[in-house]
């Protein structure tokens, strides 16, 4: 049923972080709404895409950040073929950084991560 139509995934993930310790109360809300489309088509093409948009807040401290992430895989491979083609983009909103936190009985972490750039690769392979 599904070889000749794209398979899509729709989703929102939402994470809700409470942590209390003696006079301290810390929240934190991520929310993120996600895409992700993986299509065969014709003899051998295989098309991927994923996006993300994450909304970061830190209630405690009125800090908020939105980071959009998008990647995309283009290859092709023929059915009697042993070489392969395949063009990526991987980060193509260009996002800067995401922010993250954790918490344990002794430690609240809130932490930024810096995402690597713009990134577009061109692969050939060859099956031995």
């Known amino acids: 049923m599904f070889d000749k139509f794209p398979k899509i995934e729709i989703g929102l993930k939402r994470i809700i972080g409470n942590f209390t310790a003696s006079t301290n109360t810390s929240k934190f809300v991520t929310t993120e709404p996600f895409i992700t489309i993986d299509y065969d088509f014709l003899d051998g093409f295989i098309f991927n895409f994923d996006y993300r948009q994450s909304n970061y807040q ?71």
Not at 71 to 95: C, P, V
Request: charged share 15%.
């Open 58 to 128: 830190n209630k405690t401290v009125g800090q908020k950040n939105t980071y959009e992430i998008a990647n995309t895989t283009l290859s092709y491979k023929g059915e009697d073929s042993a070489w392969s083609y395949k063009i990526t983009a991987q980060n193509l909103l260009n996002a800067q950084f995401r922010q993250s936190n954790s918490f344990s009985d002794f430690l609240i972490s809130d932490s930024k991560t810096f995402i690597l750039p713009r990134i577009v690769m061109f692969s050939i392979g060859y099956n031995l």
